[in-house]
Structure formats: structure tokens, C-alpha cells
Antibody, heavy 118, light 110 residues
Framework: EEQLLESGGGLVQPGGSLRLSCAASGFTLSNYAMSWVRQAPGMGLEWVASIFSGGNTFYLDSGRGRFAISRDNSQNTLYLQMNSLRAEDTAVYYC????????????WGQGALVTVSS | QTVVTQEPSFSVSPGGTVTITCGLSSGSVTTTYYPSWYQQTPGQAPRTLIYSTIIRSSGVPDRFSGSILGNKAALTITGAQADDECDYYCVLYMGTGTWVFGGGTKLTVL
């Protein structure tokens, strides 16, 4: 059974950095495109970043240059390095597996809360 | 900047039918955007309902269906039940390695 488990969320000051992890089990992470999707409190879902199986990465405009998505194939883990954090980055961050050839968010983690506040 | 539009809210009677749409601020939604639909209850991760416009995910009841209606993607719930009351999101794949979610639709069943 495919499972995703996020960790690394927490409280960080504006301008600070945080790295989220997403441990995958039940499938080989490097065989799939993976994404991070976030949800600010009381708001809707927002796609943040993706990494494809070939290694190409893509970002939401507001995250480009500040966020970096990567994976460690040996650990079967996805990461999101977030730098220069802003109050508007406060959200629950979900990692999700992208279905092959379907571009759907197939499996979701339970989410990690990131709060950017002084 | 691409904006994906959804009705902010809908109300449906138990047993009734409701159609939620997913449009583009500029242009038409077609199957090439691989529209997919997600259901989310408070405090939970989203659940995939429909993908590639019309395909139901495993375990999703057949009262949920997807389609293209005019220039929009659509999610239709036929025979709404009380536990269908939650938020629904569509998302479009922009073909450039990026996705854009709609703003979500809050469905009330009463």
C-alpha cells in the first residue's frame, strides 16, 4: 500500500528556512513525479512544486528562487527546502504522488503545518 | 496569470443532483488539461474522485461523474447524500510541469 508521511513542519520567523520531508513507502519514489501542494488556513489548495522522474523541477511563481524540491532515492524520501519564508507561506503542506500519464494527485500525505510568524 | 474558476458554494437537497464546474479565466477547458477532482473534509487530506476528465478513482461511488460541459470541466453528483457535504476542488495540468487548482466549492446538503 502506497503511503506518504510528511515531517519537518513547525514555527519559523519571517526570513527563516525550513526543510520538509516526505517519506514514501509501498512504491519507489523515483519512478513517479511528485508534488508539494499547500493549503493556507481556511483557504483552498495551491500547487507549489513538482519533480518528475527524470529530475526536472517546476515551481509556483511565488516560490521560484526560494523553494527547492528534491528527492533522495536511497531514502525514498522527497524534500522541500523553503528559504526566505514569508507570512503568506503559512499553510499545511501536503506531498502527493502524481499518477503516471494521468497528471492526477494520486496519493496524499497527511500534511505538515508550517507557520511563519514572529 | 492563469485562474481556474469554480462556484464558491452550492446547495443541494438530499437525493438531488448538482453539477460543479471548472473553468479558465481565458480559454476553454479541454481533455488536454487532464482535469481532476478532489473531495476534502475538514482537517483531512484531499481524496481523488475523478481524473483524466471522466475516470473515477478506485472506490469512488458511481454517483460521482466527470465530463466536459461546454468550455468547462464538470463534476456531477447524482443522488447527493449527507456525507457529500464538504469541499470540492478541481485542478488542471497546464502542460508545462505545473498545475493550477480552482478556488474550491463548498457543497451543502440540506
Amino acid at each position: 500500500e502506497e503511503q506518504l508521511l510528511e515531517s519537518g513542519g513547525g514555527l519559523v520567523q519571517p526570513g527563516g528556512s525550513l526543510r520538509l520531508s516526505c517519506a514514501a513507502s509501498g512504491f519507489t519514489l523515483s519512478n513517479y513525479a511528485m508534488s508539494w501542494v499547500r493549503q493556507a488556513p481556511g483557504m483552498g489548495l495551491e500547487w507549489v512544486a513538482s519533480i518528475f522522474s527524470g529530475g526536472n523541477t517546476f515551481y509556483l511563481d511565488s516560490g521560484r528562487g526560494r523553494f527547492a524540491i528534491s528527492r533522495d532515492n536511497s531514502q525514498n524520501t522527497l524534500y522541500l527546502q523553503m528559504n526566505s519564508l514569508r507570512a503568506e507561506d503559512t499553510a499545511v503542506y501536503y506531498c502527493a504522488q502524481i499518477g503516471s500519464g494521468t497528471f492526477k494527485f494520486d496519493y496524499w500525505g497527511q500534511g505538515a503545518l508550517v507557520t511563519v510568524s514572529s | 496569470q492563469t485562474v481556474v474558476t469554480q462556484e464558491p458554494s452550492f446547495s443541494v437537497s438530499p437525493g438531488g443532483t448538482v453539477t460543479i464546474t471548472c473553468g479558465l479565466s481565458s480559454g476553454s477547458v479541454t481533455t488536454t488539461y487532464y482535469p481532476s477532482w478532489y473531495q476534502q473534509t475538514p482537517g483531512q487530506a484531499p481524496r481523488t474522485l475523478i481524473y483524466s476528465t471522466i475516470i473515477r478513482s478506485s472506490g469512488v461511488p458511481d454517483r460521482f461523474s466527470g465530463s466536459i460541459l461546454g468550455n468547462k470541466a464538470a463534476l456531477t453528483i447524482t443522488g447527493a447524500q449527507a456525507d457529500d457535504e464538504c469541499d470540492y476542488y478541481c485542478v488542471l495540468y497546464m502542460g508545462t510541469g505545473t498545475w493550477v487548482f480552482g478556488g474550491g466549492t463548498k457543497l451543502t446538503v440540506l
